[in-house]
């Protein structure tokens, strides 16, 4: 079994870091592009020792004598058989070199996904407790009909680029103190394209797509709320360059209802009780969303008493069923009695046998904090 602490020059007590760093230093000293293909073998073999000294599990197992690495080796290239451009990729966020741009992965392409488009729309109360279907408008890039997505004015094609000759990259030799070091980056010509449209298509200035207003029907299921996005693939901008269509979301928001305020599934509302029925009980209608429905006040009934009105709420989003709606009883106390109501509460208060305190039949300014002030007048 290969000695990995060897051949990374390390000791078998390094720690992590110490192993990292001793695995960056030589993967820069013996990288092909740096020492040539002639350090390949030994790159190798770094590359290997670091698979398993970098990984605490396998270290463990290499520790009690056994190659986690089995018959893989290092023809694979590196650490669990990624190349040497992932390798690099990872430690130095290149594509293939430390010391370069990133690795050759040919001429880019005209063609893009079309980008996502949002849009919001309103709805009420109603139609977030039902669902609805609403039409939104949105501008959105589609197709070009005069070139369908080539770029190009009709008769022409794209040209291939003489600078980089259709590759998409410019390499350079340039000095580093290791040496002469390889490096590419995207052709200034054709922009990385390896190919120039040199007769762009004038309706869509060369992009493959146009802009116009679109009519677009949503259904809009029950339960959203406001912030609720709705996904319609396939429906956003057309690409560049013939590129498939992004996705269009429809956010909603929901406008507040005067009688009505919602709490997730639920509904409630404020229904105004008479203190007489509050006192006898009565059968009141109260106004929902689903049109009247009774209401039983109980004999003895308190301000502030809830009564569930079960599957009266808002329909559960991508579920079965709807919420309730809670409905609190506000009792009313008149402040508008004349003398002849006013004196049928003091007999039903003689006949409760509660006690009437006087100062509720004072006149306005008479009452118990008015003679406590008159009494202390004279101290």
Avoid: W
Wanted: proline letters at 5%; one cysteine or more; a negative charge.
């Amino acid at each position: 079994m290969n000695d990995y602490y060897a051949t990374l020059g390390v000791s078998r007590d390094a720690s992590e870091a110490e192993i990292k760093k001793a695995y960056r230093k030589l993967a820069r000293e013996l990288h092909p592009d740096v020492a040539g293909p002639e350090a390949g073998d030994r790159f190798k073999d770094v590359a290997a020792a670091y698979e398993v000294l970098g990984n605490a599990d396998k270290r463990a197992q290499y520790d009690r004598g056994v190659d986690p690495r089995g018959s893989r080796g290092g023809a694979q290239g590196g650490p669990q058989g990624f190349g040497f451009e992932d390798i690099f990729e990872q430690f130095f966020g290149g594509g293939g070199s430390p010391f370069g741009g990133a690795a050759q992965r040919g001429p880019a392409s005209r063609t893009q996904r079309g980008g996502d488009t949002l849009v919001q729309t309103a709805v009420s109360l109603e139609e977030a407790v039902f669902g609805v279907t609403r039409k939104v408008e949105v501008d959105l890039a589609d197709l070009c009909s005069t070139c369908q997505g080539s770029c190009c004015a009709p008769g022409t094609s794209p040209q291939q680029c003489r600078q980089c000759n259709g590759s998409g990259m410019i390499q350079r030799t340039a000095r580093s103190l290791l040496g002469p070091v390889m490096t590419q980056s995207p052709c200034p010509g054709c922009g990385g394209y390896g190919t120039i449209i040199a007769s762009p298509c004038g309706d869509c200035s060369g992009q493959g797509r146009t802009h116009s207003r679109h009519t677009v029907s949503v259904d809009i299921p029950a339960g959203v709320e406001t912030g609720t996005r709705i996904r319609l693939a396939g429906a956003g901008d057309a690409g560049t360059g013939g590129g498939p269509k992004g996705d269009l979301y429809v956010e909603i928001r929901e406008k507040a209802h005067p009688t009505f305020e919602r709490r997730g599934d639920d509904l409630h509302c404020t229904l105004e009780v008479p203190m007489t029925a509050a006192a006898l009980g009565a059968d009141m209608t109260v106004e929902t969303l689903d049109g009247e429905q009774k209401v039983e006040i109980r004999p003895g009934t308190h301000a502030g008493t809830t009564v569930r009105l079960k599957g009266l709420g808002v329909g559960r989003l991508q579920r079965h069923g709807r919420g309730d709606l809670f409905v609190q009883l506000d009792v009313h106390t008149p402040t508008d009695m004349d003398d002849e109501q006013r004196e049928l509460l003091r007999k039903l208060a003689e006949l409760r046998d509660e006690e009437m305190p006087a100062a509720s039949l004072a006149p306005i300014g008479g009452g118990v904090f008015s003679r406590l002030k008159d009494a202390f007048k004279g101290r």
